[in-house]
């Protein structure tokens, strides 16, 4: 799909069709094409969790201001911002740590110069992990709505929820931060999307 | 461009063509086709600037790693993130709670109530305020490299940079995270890019 279309076309849809799945296949697609997003020295610090589970839906519902779309959607995706993902021994890390040395980019013997450099960015203080978690989930969530759009998937991302209630029901670890569900499937059928709403525009992001 | 050429083509480029400019109507017109990604309740909290300047380009290599792009590229845009963005006065939230009004999905009563949802959400703690000011940039800023590709350019995110460095030289209010600054260009000729490095499978992603 051209990207012009998927601009216009990716709306935050409100109203999901229940009887529609997205099949575990499609899933997998999007998101193994979304995570071509880039990241801080390609660190990804994000992990998802798929749910599918009408009880679990339900749960989360509770917590996300009873929101419909949460069960009406066949998948509730809920995208995790990993604090910890600069450390040392985080398997991520360590993963793109040995891509870099295979690829030529780093030698063998320059981990404690990488390490240092990750904690001296993005692990400095609690302030600077929380940025670093969150700018770059928010890279990888916009890349799969684009991805899921040009699949011709809806989506809706959503914030509003009971952040901790959250992380203590779904026994989400303490160094994820939930920056966003994103609920996932079809538009219902007979449904009219209100128009677009307003947008900034150049001159109001352009700081002085 | 169809969206899968995009994720295949879009990178983060080292070499920019310092001779091939980005003029300002083409940067206008991706930041404004950008600006269409979705937000907490739209509330879009983000601002930016452009830096084209040789000499601010100079001051801003010498906080980020001495890296060549900053000054190759003949735009670096700042990204900025704000973390009052759901306060009572902030400019772009009174635009949005307008619009809200105008389309019928509040009634102009309803502004305390508003108010208090997004410092329930968003401002309740620091903590949630720089969560809340990072994902949405990360949604704004990975949209406009989607859509900078998309018109043919090449882009390059960093956040290597002296941060408070950079706002107290740029003289960014306190109330900004800088997640990041993104090069714009084109790619300097003769060079080649390296293999697409290493990223999370499906499985990896999920958390169990």
């Known amino acids: 799909m051209d990207f012009k279309d998927i601009l216009e076309k990716r709306r935050a849809v409100n109203h999901f069709d229940p009887d ?3 099949d575990e296949t499609l899933l997998r697609a999007v998101v193994e094409s979304a995570v071509k997003a880039p ?5 990804q610090p994000w992990k998802l969790k798929a749910l599918r589970d009408p009880g679990q839906k339900a749960e989360l519902r509770k917590l996300a201001f009873d929101q419909p779309k949460v069960t009406e959607a066949p998948v509730v995706l809920m995208v995790l911002a990993d604090r910890d993902g600069w450390k040392d021994g985080n398997a991520t890390l360590e993963s793109v740590f040995k891509d870099f040395v295979a ?3 780093m030698q063998p013997d ?3 110069w990488f390490l240092g450099v ?3 960015l993005y692990g400095r203080d609690d302030e600077a ?3 670093f978690a969150n700018k770059n989930a928010g890279l990888f969530a916009m890349s799969f709505m684009y991805t899921a759009s040009s699949h011709g998937l809806e989506t809706h991302p959503m914030d509003g929820f009971d952040h901790d209630g959250v992380k203590q029901a779904f026994g989400i670890p303490d160094n994820y931060w939930v920056p966003m569900l ?5 538009l219902k059928p007979g449904v009219t999307l209100h128009p677009k709403p307003w947008r900034q525009s150049y001159e109001d992001m352009m700081l002085d």
Chains 1, 2 share one sequence.
Request: aromatic share 8%.
């Open 129 to 131: 992990a929380q940025a």
């Open 20 to 22: 529609r799945d997205v």
């Open 110 to 112: 320059q981990k404690d």
């Open 182 to 186: 994103i609920a996932v499937g079809y």
């Open 103 to 105: 690829a030529g980019k």
């Open 118 to 120: 990750t904690q001296g």
């Open 39 to 43: 990241s801080s020295y390609n660190l």
